[in-house]
């Protein structure tokens, strides 16, 4: 048997704040995460989202501020002095870290074996297959030495108004940064609906990571930080129970 260090997982935490100095992604662990990434099981093969990488050039944080704005946050309900009802809480860390794996989420499986199911079977498939990938991911990552910040705090897409305004951006912003990759990857495997041009995208989990965390690691109090005009969590959350297995 191969032992690990235990205290990679039982210290890890959702980083809220990344290093601002120490930012170096290594080339090879990208080699190794996109291998990773292209040989993760899906369910029955089907495959209903995508990753992308973004990193700090001007296009990639383009990208990342329009996900911040619109995508990632949750509004308070508890009216308090600091944090009225109805203010932010935004997941920074999706702009502020040196890189993020992002999930894209599409329409219809944009490859897909097995047209005969149902489409809530396919939605259903496609939640567990973006939960298989999220695991393989955060758990790469923490093996290669990074720290790691996974959201799923979609909220903010799905705010009226704007909704639909907000998924014809988003899908249009995919497409016309990542066409040439898209095309490539999508017609090998068109299904019944043709191509990649009939696909339209939603955001799903983002995962954050870099090599330093320069988090507060303290019990979150209720009281929110501020980066940059943008209210964040900086402290943990309280953690559930770490026994979630039993028979061992």
Known sequence: MTHLDKD???NRHTTRLFSDTNTEINAEDLTYLQTVINNTP???????????LL????????IRKWLLDNVYYVRNEDESDINPT??????????????????????????NPEEEKSEEDHERLADRSEGFFAGV?????KILGYEVAT?????????????????ELYTDMIKDRYTTELKEMIEKFPGEKGNWEDINFWPGLSTCFGPESVDNLERFTGYYNEWN???YIN???????ATTCIGF
């Open 55 to 62: 990193g700090k050039s001007k296009e990639d944080m383009k």
């Open 151 to 167: 959201f799923g705090c979609t909220a903010g897409f799905d705010e009226d108004p704007g909704f639909e305004r907000k998924g």
């Open 229 to 231: 005009g943008y209210k």
């Open 235 to 241: 402290g943990r959350k309280e953690r559930t129970p």
């Open 137 to 141: 991911i955060l758990a790469t990552l």
């Open 86 to 111: 109805g203010s932010k809480e935004h997941m920074i860390a999706v702009l502020q870290a040196p890189a993020i794996l992002h999930c894209v989420r599409t329409s219809d499986p944009w490859a």
């Open 42 to 52: 899906s369910q029955c093969s089907i495959k209903s989202h995508f990753w992308i």
């Open 8 to 10: 990679v997982w039982e």
